[in-house]
């Protein structure tokens, strides 16, 4: 079965300041995808960042990148020059190549920024 | 764009209600889903539509009944809910079932 890992429920960071969120899974597929959605107070689920597996590239969106590593079945995010508006929780999410649409998420991280 | 819209964005019913959940995404995707999200917990997918037809159903209570009218509309109908099915209910969309999905702002809903 496959599995994704978040092993910090909470994290906090200074504004303007680096932090890293943890992700682990567990697959013995080949074709997969990864993702971190950003939630928010508002609710809303916001698309952070995708990795394909096949891509040995690290993905990169703006202030925000990831650190796969294959091998070692790790996908962590990093956020840089945090802002007030990165407070939320963040999901890892994982989804085979084959599958119908099923995202599984990890339980989730809560960031909080400190002005 | 990626926008999906839900209404209503906040419902109240009773157990002996029935009321519907509406989505709607103009975004030419042909996948659509519901997910379920209690307090402080991950998403749990619901159902998915691919190209009009339901692909999944996660085992959900018959009380839950999808139905997705054309590409861009998605409705989940309730009725004789319990008060354990007060959550957050999230639709999303994507290209396709294996593309990227986007999520509307949900639906938070309270059953007394």
């Known amino acids: 079965a496959q599995t994704v890992t978040q092993s910090q429920p909470e994290m906090s960071v200074q504004e303007a300041e680096t932090v890293t969120l943890s992700c682990t899974y567990d697959t013995s597929e080949s074709d997969y995808y990864l993702f971190w959605y950003k939630q928010p107070p508002s609710r809303q689920m916001i698309l952070v960042i995708r990795?394909?597996?096949?891509?040995?590239q690290n993905a990169t969106e703006n202030r925000f990148s990831v650190n796969f590593q294959k091998a070692a079945k790790s996908f962590s995010l990093k956020i840089s020059d945090s802002q007030l508006g990165d407070a939320a929780m963040y999901f890892c999410a994982y989804r085979w190549g084959g599958s119908q649409g099923n995202l599984i998420f990890g339980k989730g991280t809560k960031l909080s920024v400190k002005p | 764009d990626t926008e999906v819209t839900q209404t209503p964005k906040h419902l109240v019913m009773g157990m002996t209600n029935k009321k519907s959940l509406k989505c709607e995404q103009h975004?030419?995707?042909?996948?659509m889903y519901w997910y379920k999200q209690k307090a402080k917990k991950p998403p749990e997918l619901m159902f998915v539509?691919?190209?009009?037809?339901?692909?999944i159903n996660e085992s959900v209570p018959s009380r839950f009944s999808p139905e997705c009218p054309n590409s861009s509309l998605l409705n989940l109908h309730l009725h004789a809910l319990q008060p354990e099915d007060s959550a957050l209910y999230l639709c999303?969309?994507?290209?396709?079932?294996?593309?990227?999905?986007?999520f509307g702002p949900g639906t938070r809903l309270l059953v007394l």
């Open positions: 539509y691919s190209y009009e037809k339901l692909s």
């Open positions: 999303a969309s994507s290209k396709d079932s294996q593309e990227t999905q986007y």
């Open positions: 990795q394909e597996a096949y891509k040995q």
């Open positions: 975004m030419g995707h042909r996948a």
